[in-house]
């Protein structure tokens, strides 16, 4: 019976302690809600706040008065710019008071005129993302990888809606990462965005640059096997490319024609996707394929100086195959089959001073090319001219 009447007179002071809690918190949310004052209901929180701390209640009403006093804030500073904030971390008080609601209740509901936590955290992400940013022009990487971190989780709390925004706030990570020289995180962060399956180029592409630097063409092509399942034709331009890169770096000669004659199929008027796309069949040595798709250019734009330049490089580097070869017969000491090497050679850059001179009239500012068309003109002998000859001589000052 003692023992009955003692749980008894327990569990009334407890019901007295958690009601003198609650008024408080309850005229906060009345004067924030009904009244809407929210500089007075932030002062009322501010005050009736500790000794609250366990209550989940009293960490989503303080979410609430926060995010809407730095929305009140933001609008006075935007009528008088003049005005000066006085809470410039409201909206990440608010951002973390929402996450700690949902941490000590997860189930708990928001009165009428309330966010909930949820809704709380995905509205206040944004506006911390903006933050990150300044933080990042700052080259403050710290501060952006803390705000960061901020975001990331407020949009995991819809992962599915908020992918997209998930992605940019991962990529922004992953740059933080990278500008502190942190490799690891910088590689896994990127990783962990592409487990969202977002068709965004640029994340791919960004790994496969990783991998390629590091020489692993098994991943290179795990990672464009996968963007090519996300990511639809209309925006799969650059991924075509680096697929033609990709088996370029593998030696795999027949994919790369097949690839490449696809793309240009696909993109028989877009000239630059012509000059591109006969870069990587130069490089592989695959000229007269090359040769054909440059044409197709030209037959649209016979003035046009990248392709006037791509077919120059075109017998320029067939040329180079063979000085190669003429070399390692003069290694050898078998000088009569040197010879005609050395002569094929020639022969080719003869064709390639043609195509290097139209280039060269279209535009004489080509650094690079400058220095081409001047050293095949050299090699053949040929009068170069005297503008020619200042802007290389020029380049070797520099």
Known sequence: MKKTLFFVILFFISVHFLNAQSPCINDVEYSLVSLKQVPKAKKMFDECFPGNESSAKAWLVRANVYIQYYTYEL????????????????????????????????????????????DGQLLSAPPIHDLAAVAMEKKDYTEASKLLNLVIRSYRADVKGSAKNLVVAYFDMAN??????????????????????????????????????????????????????????????NLRAYELDFFAMIGDSAKLVDAAIKMFEKNKKDLDVINMVAGYLVNSKLYTKAEEIIDAGLAIDPNNFDLNQQMAYRFYFEAADYDKMKEEQLQLKKYLAAKPLLEKANEILETAVIWAEKAYNINKEDKLHNIMFNQILVRLMMDVPEDLQEKVKSYYKQ
């Open 75 to 118: 609008e006075r500073k935007n009528k008088d710019s003049r005005y000066t904030i006085t809470t410039p971390d409201a909206i990440i008080t608010a951002n973390e008071s929402f996450y700690k609601a949902l941490e000590l209740n997860p189930d708990i509901k928001a009165s009428p005129g309330l966010l909930d936590p949820k």
């Open 176 to 237: 933080c990462y990278n500008a502190m020289g942190d490799e690891v995180n910088y590689k896994k962060t990127l990783l962990d965005a592409t487990k969202l399956n977002v068709p965004e180029p640029l994340l791919y592409l960004t790994l496969y640059d990783i991998y390629k630097k590091d020489y692993d063409t098994v991943k290179c092509g795990e990672i464009l096997t996968q963007a090519k399942k996300i990511i639809p034709d209309s925006l799969a331009l």
